[in-house]
């Protein structure tokens, strides 16, 4: 549709003045720049797997690939519809409809190159959270891959803190993501003394009973931030589980040693406490050869009135769509995708916190498409699927 509605459009003759719109006008270092720069070069860079943007010859080459992918919506890669409940930076997430149009129409019109002089840049990468107060990292690490390729280690850090303080930020530090499958920073009930080694210890995908997850970070992910005043208590010598889940999915993987961790700001006092909770259907089994097969949970909220800052939507590779909601005095959509990257799973935190009420109905739905012939069954392994929403929240105010 949209492509059809920039071939439609004539181009102006030259120096006829005419309002943008005929491709011909358009050019890379003026106006595609700026959108590549804000949407795609977080994953277009030299160190990813997708081509670079960074040589402006290249994406010259590629003018066509990019219209076809951005026109059948593609690329950028599914993220929550912003519609649903806006977040922060999701204007670097979703395209607009004219920044789409304006790629087509680029693309279209013979992607000229232009003059360097009129070089538009846009926002590039977001920054980093840090720097940080504490930085929790195991031993390096070379992943031990089992026959199906996952390797899960956790190392107990411990944060340093003599009185009680509280997490404000958290930002994964991935050193090697090419074998890092996800993060996740657990606040464990007890650490034994066979848990405290430097060299980590083997353990499961979905923690052990009495970790509650702190952070999460899976291929694309972003940080995690409180609003002024919250904040994830710890008790005085705290010590956290750093989870890494190590995925062989190339040859030399397993020669590579890692040493991921993670990033934290921190506060010695705050006005409300951060908890979190996972929501989700577990135990399904996804049959072979199914399109759009949705599995789902509605769990009812049992706590005092709390607000929602932030969600982490996760699933594993055969994941098509994600829908998180919850109905109480009203019905409020709190993620919706319409589609899933595995290489692009954001945490949202919500511009304006959603509020929950004891008895409020939380419904977590996840669908699939399952093309082989074996079912996929729930489960921590890559080849098995998930489907989880975890929230993040503070009491109301
Ligand atoms: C979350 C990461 C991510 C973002 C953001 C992203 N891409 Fe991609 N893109 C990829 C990956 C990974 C590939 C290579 C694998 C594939 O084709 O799926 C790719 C492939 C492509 C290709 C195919 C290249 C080829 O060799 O044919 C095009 C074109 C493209 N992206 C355009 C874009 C554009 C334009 C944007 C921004 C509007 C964008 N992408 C944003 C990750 C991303």
Not at 86 to 98: F, M
Not at 138 to 144: A, D, I, T
Not at 175 to 195: C, G, K, T
Request: proline share 8%.
């Amino acid at each position: 549709m949209l492509l059809l509605l920039a071939f439609a459009c004539p181009s102006p003759a030259p120096d006829s003045g005419s309002p943008p719109g005929g491709g011909a006008e358009l050019t890379y270092y003026h106006d595609a720049k700026p959108i590549l720069d804000r949407s795609c070069v977080r994953c277009h860079t030299e160190a990813g797997t997708a081509p670079s943007f960074a040589d402006p010859a290249d994406v010259v080459a590629l003018a066509s690939a990019i219209a076809g992918y951005v026109g059948a919506g593609t690329m950028p890669p599914a993220a929550p519809d912003p519609s649903c409940r806006d977040y922060e930076n999701s204007d670097r997430y979703v395209l607009a409809d004219s920044d789409r149009e304006t790629l087509l129409a680029w693309a279209e019109g013979g992607a000229a190159l232009g003059d360097p002089a009129d070089q538009v840049d846009g926002p590039g990468p977001l920054a980093s959270i840090g720097p940080f107060d504490v930085e929790l990292r195991g031993e390096p690490y070379q992943p031990e891959f089992g026959a199906d390729g996952n390797d899960y280690r956790c190392f107990a850090l411990p944060v340093g803190n003599e009185s009680v303080v509280y997490l404000t930020g958290l930002e994964a530090l991935v050193d090697r993501p090419e074998i890092v499958h996800h993060v996740v920073l657990f606040e464990p009930a007890a650490v034994s003394e066979s848990q405290r080694v430097p060299e980590g210890f083997s353990c499961s995908g979905f923690g052990e009973a009495g970790w509650t997850v702190v952070g999460a970070w899976a291929s694309g992910g972003t940080p995690l931030w409180f609003p002024e005043g919250a904040g994830v208590p710890l008790r005085a010598g705290a010590e956290l589980i750093l989870q890494m889940h190590y995925f062989n999915s190339f040859d030399g993987a397993d020669q590579i040693v890692d040493q991921s961790g993670y990033g934290l700001l921190t506060a010695d006092s705050v006005e409300r406490e951060v908890s979190t909770l996972p929501y989700g259907p577990t135990g399904f089994s996804i049959p072979g050869g199914s399109d759009d097969y949705e599995v789902s949970d509605t769990s009812r909220y049992r706590g005092g009135d709390a607000q929602i800052l932030a969600a982490f939507p996760h699933m594993h590779e055969t994941g098509v769509g994600f829908r998180m909601s919850v109905e109480g005095e009203s019905d409020q959509c709190l993620v919706d995708m319409n589609g899933w990257y595995f290489h692009n799973q954001l945490l949202p935190v919500f511009n304006e916190p959603m509020s929950l009420t004891s008895g409020d109905k939380v419904t977590t739905t996840c669908i699939y498409d399952n093309p082989d012939s074996q079912d996929v069954t729930f489960g921590e392994e890559t080849g098995n699927e998930m489907c989880f929403g975890f929230v993040w929240l503070v009491p109301a105010e």
